[in-house]
Nanobody
Framework: QVRLVESGGGSVQAGGSLRLSCAAS????????MGWHRRAPGKQRELVAD???????NYADSVKGRFTISRDNVKNTVYLQMNTLKPEDTAVYYC??????????????WGQGTQVTVSS
């Protein structure tokens, strides 16, 4: 089994910054894709940023230039540095990883979510 543990959410005023962390643990052979999604109140879940296969990064247009995703491959951890936060960034942020497990299966995992609230 693979577990994703998130940390770093909280409340901040507009223009502020937060840093999210997500650590993957368990039977991991390799991590194919890892990143962050979010679900705002009344909206569908959307991709925020991720590392895709081949090491490419993807960002939602709404966060480009403000958010930066980074990773520590040794720790199987991904980070999301969020700067110049806006009220519309308020959402529950979920870590997601597509993992090849020690048994050779490829499964999609989600963290429990961490709340980010940006006040104006």
């Amino acid at each position: 089994q693979v577990r994703l543990v998130e940390s770093g959410g909280g409340s901040v005023q507009a223009g502020g910054s937060l840093r999210l962390s997500c650590a993957a643990s368990g039977s991991i052979r390799s991590i194919n894709v890892m990143g962050w999604h979010r679900r705002a109140p009344g909206k569908q879940r959307e991709l925020v940023a991720d590392f895709a296969s081949g090491g490419y990064t993807n960002y939602a247009d709404s966060v480009k230039g403000r958010f930066t995703i980074s990773r520590d491959n040794v720790k199987n951890t991904v980070y999301l540095q969020m700067n110049t936060l806006k009220p519309e960034d308020t959402a529950v942020y979920y870590c997601n990883a597509l993992v090849t497990t020690g048994w050779g299966t490829k499964n999609d995992y989600w963290g429990q979510g961490t709340q980010v609230t940006v006040s104006s």
